[in-house]
């Protein structure tokens, strides 16, 4: 069975190509370094509040956040398809907002501070 015109346009020619590319523009809009050449089909990439690891699915690509400072386990898986034609900058702008809610929760004023605030 054949993929429909709408659908076939979606999908890159060079899956493993596309996966690179796409990471590396995540990375380049969080001012981070490209990951190494020779990660093509798992790509880690740390900031000062996460880490993340892109793997490389058919089809697409899936990233896991995980705070660095949060609890075990605390972390977000994001899927992506290629044809849905995700957008690097949407993506590094949900990473940028994780990453804002592990910075607040990591400052949490100790229990005496909120106490004093609330008087």
Do not use: Q
């Not at 990233?63 to 972390?75: H, K, M, S």
């Not at 590094?92 to 990591?106: F, L």
């Amino acid at each position: 069975m054949s993929l429909p015109p709408w659908l076939r346009s979606h999908i890159p020619i060079e899956p493993t190509r596309t996966f690179v590319a796409f990471t590396d523009a995540v990375a380049r809009l969080l001012e981070l370094p490209p990951a190494p050449p020779a990660e093509v089909y798992v790509r880690r990439y740390d900031t000062d509040h996460v880490w993340m690891v892109w793997r490389y699915k058919d089809g697409g690509a899936s990233l896991y956040i995980e705070r660095r400072y949060g609890e075990l386990r605390d972390g977000m898986w994001v899927r992506l398809h290629w044809h849905e034609s995700p957008n690097p900058e949407t993506v590094a702008a949900m990473i940028r907002a994780y990453e804002r809610g592990a910075r607040r929760e990591h400052r949490r004023p100790c229990r005496l501070v909120r106490w004093w605030r609330g008087r």
